[in-house]
């Protein structure tokens, strides 16, 4: 709150004894407004006989001060008083014409009714609107489908491999530091509390098997995909929506460009590409910030622990975790560049639709990864 | 305004001003008065600094060198909540609006108020709907969003932001630009109505030659990082070759027909 400046002198107004005429005074400013505007609405405007604005004494005026003048005239207006004169100092005449063809706004009236009928609406508008955007992501699916395959089957003209690699490198060698660090750090985590629980049963060399099968199956895919929903997923929904908020989706369709081919396609091959080999990597640290806890923690020297390790994994325990990898970046990418194409031409939408992206993309990348166990649970891998 | 303008007349007062980017070097040196009430056009190639002209004024980019004053403040060296009194006296129409997307328009035209004085709703929207008027537009674009509106209505959207808190100078940045003839026209209108209504000194960004001969009192054109103003009879007799050119070129002779050279 910033008080009114200095030099504006204070805003006043007095009704005389009989009520008959109405002195204002002072600066009628917008920074005096809201004392005047308490001040007049607490005045008994009641009484007989018509009543002179005298308002020649203003000092200042501007057109908020002008309203409320005006505003006093209608109040005074409606209790049945008639307003015979209105004195204003020359130069405030043009101001007050200005004003006074105001017309009130009408009071925004929600569409959403208030109470329970009101909770209501919305559930039911927010299932209409879930249903139409799994429709909607669905045909999207299909359209990406489609041109993927046609791709494939004409790699040399619809394929543009400069732009995969350098998805492959913003996805995936850009990302190695922070994957390679929350990778080792989990494995320090998992090694220390499974070293912990371990000890009471004297099977501290367990944790290497608890460890092995823990990142190689589950976490180093799970943390890999989710890190790359939160950094790939979002640049993906925030370049395209960008793109489209500066027109420059709308160019490229003018100009013939296939807005799936060139944007979509390579996102979703550079991902499809990236996201395995950083969960290779990020099961590599995650074991070695395992070894490197088991070593500390509990003395087992990093010949036991790989000799330990060989018996508790299988090649078949790294493939089940790498096989999840290609589905999950294809997921994250749709999504991401679904949600890109969705956005309206504001800048709020860019930030509500990038944090869409990256939710909806860790909300399916932990349903698809609860759907590979129980698949592989049912075949028995 | 005759003679020589007192202290008290110079709103905005600029004395060797420079500002560039990187090596390169926008405004050399540029001097620049403008007096309380007047409509000051400027005028000037494109990249030749008008808009960053604005920007230094509003205090937006720093000067290299010089001072720029504005209600005799030296901006640069107040701070804090003088400078919020100085900004509160000031406002600011950006070339698209720059209406905030996320707000109706009512809401828009209330944020400054909201920001800088305690007013109840009810005044707030009673006061919205007051500068919807002024400007021009129907009460019913209150609640509408910037995106529901057309490029001449979100103009005239943010001018009534700009004129929330009754600023008593005024900063347009290509007014009339992308707006079809008669919407400019009209919008040139709006500005010197309010002008004179409110008694506004309004600093206008301009290309527009029709704009410039309907609204403008003086005209500052830009030239090779100075400035040279003048009213458009006294410009045309500048022997610059690009004044020449923006004065008695095809459009700007079009544009002139009719007044006195």
Same mark, same amino acid.
């Given at each position: 709150m910033i008080e009114a400046a200095s030099d504006a002198p204070e805003a006043w107004f007095t009704l005389d004894r009989d009520g008959g005429r109405l002195t204002l005074g002072g600066a009628w400013v917008t920074a005096h407004c809201a004392q005047l505007d308490k001040a007049l609405g607490g005045q008994d405007w009641n009484g007989r006989g018509d009543v002179a604005i005298d308002a020649s004494k203003l000092e200042r005026l501007d057109s908020a001060g002008a309203w409320l003048v005006l505003r006093t005239r209608k109040s005074l207006e409606a209790v049945g008083r008639k307003v015979s004169r209105l004195d204003l100092p020359e130069m405030y005449v043009p101001l007050l014409k200005a004003v006074e063809g105001a017309k009130p706004c009408e009071p925004y009236v929600s569409r959403i009714p208030p109470g329970f009928r009101g909770r209501l609406y919305r559930i039911?508008?927010?299932?209409?609107?879930?249903?139409? @955007?799994?429709?909607?992501?669905?045909?999207?699916?299909?359209?990406?489908?489609?041109?993927?395959?046609?791709? $494939?089957? #004409?790699?040399?003209?619809?394929?543009?491999?400069?732009?995969?690699?350098?998805?492959?490198?913003?996805?995936?060698?850009?990302? !190695?530091?922070?994957?390679? $660090?929350? +990778?080792? !750090?989990?494995?320090?985590?998992?090694?220390?509390?499974?070293?912990?629980? $371990?000890? #009471?049963?004297?099977?501290?060399?367990?944790?290497?098997n608890l460890l092995g099968v823990g990142v190689l199956r589950e976490i180093g895919g799970l943390i890999t995909a989710i890190i790359v929903a939160g950094r790939?997923?979002?640049?993906?929904?925030?370049?395209?929506?960008?793109? #489209?908020?500066?027109?420059?989706?709308? +160019?490229?369709?003018?100009?013939?460009?296939?807005?799936?081919?060139?944007?979509?396609?390579? #996102?979703?091959?550079? $991902?499809?590409? +990236?996201?395995?080999?950083?969960?290779?990597?990020?099961?590599?640290?995650?074991?070695?910030?395992?070894?490197?806890?088991?070593?500390? @923690?509990?003395?087992?020297?990093?010949?036991?622990?790989?000799?330990?390790? @060989?018996?508790?994994?299988?090649?078949?325990?790294?493939?089940?975790g790498l096989v999840k990898a290609p589905v999950f970046a294809f997921v994250i990418a749709l999504v991401g560049c679904y949600e890109g194409f969705q956005v309206e031409r504001n800048a709020a939408s860019v930030g509500l639709l990038t944090t869409r992206a990256v939710v909806e993309g860790i909300f399916l990348v932990i349903v698809l990864d609860a759907a590979f166990s129980v698949m592989f649970s049912v075949l028995g891998v | 305004?005759?003679?020589?303008?007192?202290?008290?007349?110079?709103?905005?007062?600029?004395?060797?001003?420079?500002?560039?980017?990187?090596?390169?070097?926008?405004?050399?040196?540029?001097?620049?008065?403008?007096?309380? %009430?007047?409509? /000051?056009?400027?005028?000037? *190639?494109?990249?030749?600094?008008?808009?960053? /002209?604005?920007?230094?004024?509003? *205090?937006?980019?720093?000067?290299?060198?010089?001072?720029?004053?504005?209600? %005799?403040?030296?901006? *640069?060296?107040?701070?804090? %909540?003088?400078?919020?009194?100085?900004?509160?006296?000031?406002?600011?129409?950006?070339?698209?609006?720059?209406?905030?997307?996320?707000?109706?328009?009512?809401?828009?035209?209330?944020?400054?108020?909201?920001?800088?004085?305690?007013?109840?709703?009810? /005044?707030?929207?009673?006061?919205?709907?007051?500068?919807?008027?002024l400007v021009g537009l129907p009460p019913d674009a209150a609640h509408k969003y910037p995106s529901e509106l057309s490029g001449g209505m979100k103009k005239r959207a943010g001018l009534a932001r700009a004129l929330a808190l009754d600023p008593e100078l005024l900063f347009l940045d290509e007014p009339t630009s992308g707006l079809d003839p008669i919407s400019a026209d009209g919008f040139d209108a709006l500005i010197r109505q309010l002008q004179e209504s409110l008694g506004l000194t309004v600093f206008m960004v301009t290309h527009d030659i029709d704009s410039l001969r309907a609204v403008a009192d003086r005209i500052a054109v830009l030239v090779n990082g100075k400035i040279i103003t003048g009213t458009i009879a006294e410009l045309r007799k500048n022997p610059d070759p690009w004044i020449q050119e923006y004065f008695s070129g095809t459009r700007g002779r079009a544009a002139l027909e009719g007044t006195e050279a």
């Open positions: 039911g508008r927010a299932t209409v609107h879930a249903g139409r @955007q799994g429709w909607s992501i669905l045909g999207y699916l299909g359209r990406v489908t489609v041109e993927a395959a046609e791709a $494939l089957v #004409r790699p040399a003209r619809n394929l543009r491999i400069p732009a995969i690699f350098h998805q492959v490198e913003e996805t995936g060698i850009n990302a !190695l530091p922070i994957v390679g $660090l929350l +990778a080792f !750090l989990i494995g320090i985590v998992l090694a220390y509390q499974g070293a912990d629980q $371990l000890k #009471r049963f004297g099977a501290e060399i367990f944790t290497i790939s997923g979002s640049a993906f929904t925030a370049h395209i929506g960008t793109m #489209r908020v500066n027109e420059e989706i709308d +160019a490229m369709q003018t100009m013939g460009l296939n807005t799936v081919e060139t944007l979509v396609l390579p #996102r979703i091959i550079g $991902l499809v590409i +990236a996201l395995p080999l950083l969960t290779f990597y990020s099961d590599v640290m995650g074991l070695l910030g395992g070894a490197f806890m088991c070593y500390f @923690q509990l003395g087992i020297t990093i010949h036991v622990f790989l000799r330990q390790l @060989q018996d508790a994994i299988t090649l078949n325990t790294l493939l089940v | 305004m005759a003679g020589a303008p007192k202290q008290d007349d110079v709103v905005i007062c600029i004395r060797g001003l420079v500002t560039g980017f990187g090596r390169k070097t926008i405004h050399d040196h540029l001097d620049l008065d403008v007096r309380r %009430g007047e409509v /000051l056009g400027v005028v000037g *190639g494109s990249g030749s600094g008008k808009s960053v /002209l604005l920007r230094a004024i509003i *205090g937006l980019i720093r000067p290299r060198e010089g001072t720029v004053k504005v209600f %005799g403040q030296p901006l *640069g060296e107040v701070e804090g %909540g003088e400078m919020h009194r100085l900004e509160m006296r000031w406002g600011v129409l950006f070339q698209e609006g720059a209406l905030f997307s996320s707000q109706t328009v009512a809401e828009n035209i209330q944020v400054p108020l909201r920001e800088y004085t305690n007013m109840s709703q009810e /005044l707030m929207d009673e006061i919205a709907a007051v500068k919807l008027s």
